[in-house]
């Protein structure tokens, strides 16, 4: 009964390279969010998602951030140009549906810009 | 807009010793709030999840209160161990919202 699973654990890109982060969600579970967290600062939503639905992208920038969760295969994670301020834990939560539902979380993609 | 506030920021208690951590929140009109914790390097485990219809949850040493209408919500926990060291969070989640609003957290060191 594997949890939520991310990878990969530790990412290091150039500027302007691309990062890809996968998540698979905890099985049987449909729903999907990012979330960031900077260092020294709080959890901060980026983005729901549903099987190959964006359902709620308002925390997400509006440039060069983008995610998917297809029908088939883990959710993705892309920031295209990365910057410096882009080095953040990126953590991916799923449950299973409804607003009752906890969400569950994975350990994280720590990524590091240099 | 919904902002989650836990004080103290960072708390260590001897081995054995009841503690309580606290959070606040802004806007009342929440669904429930849910409390994590967090070990260095890892991700978010949830320990209690509170309706907001409901006043507290139980799971084993660990005691949650919710009063909805004075925005706080209390972690208990009875007889602290050392491996309860961990950043504890609490996170509400706002009627009709999608995501959730997370304080920054408390870090909690219990000395063997």
């Known amino acids: 009964n594997a949890g939520v699973m991310q990878n990969p654990r530790h990412l290091v890109r150039r500027r302007g390279q691309e990062a890809r982060l996968r998540c698979s969600p905890m099985?049987?579970?449909?729903?999907v969010y990012w979330y960031r967290q900077l260092p020294e600062e709080g959890l901060k939503f980026m983005v729901y998602?549903?099987?190959?639905?964006?359902?709620?992208e308002s925390g997400m920038p509006k440039e060069r951030f983008s995610a998917e969760f297809p029908k088939e295969g883990p959710s993705i994670l892309r920031i295209q140009q990365v910057v410096r301020g882009d080095s953040a834990a990126y953590f991916c939560?799923?449950?299973?549906?409804?607003?009752?539902?906890?969400?569950?979380f994975g350990n994280g993609t720590r990524l590091t810009v240099t | 807009k919904q902002e989650v506030t836990q004080i103290p920021a960072a708390l260590s208690v001897p081995e054995g010793e009841n503690l309580v951590l606290n959070c606040s929140f802004t806007?009342?009109?929440?669904?429930?709030l849910q409390w994590f914790r967090q070990d260095p390097g890892k991700g978010l485990t949830s320990l209690l999840l509170?309706?907001?219809?409901?006043r507290e949850q139980t799971s084993g040493r660990l005691n949650a209160s919710l009063d909805k209408s004075s925005g706080r919500s209390t972690l208990y926990i009875a007889a602290s161990q050392p491996g309860d060291s961990a950043t504890y969070l609490c996170?509400?989640?706002?009627?009709?919202?999608?995501?959730?609003?997370f304080g920054t957290g408390t870090r909690l060191t219990v000395i063997p």
């Open positions: 806007d009342s009109a929440i669904y429930n």
């Open positions: 509170i309706q907001s219809s409901q």
């Open positions: 939560a799923s449950s299973t549906e409804g607003y009752n539902s906890p969400l569950h």
């Open positions: 099985k049987g579970h449909s729903h």
């Open positions: 996170a509400v989640r706002e009627t009709g919202a999608n995501n959730l609003f």
């Open positions: 998602l549903q099987k190959e639905n964006i359902i709620d």
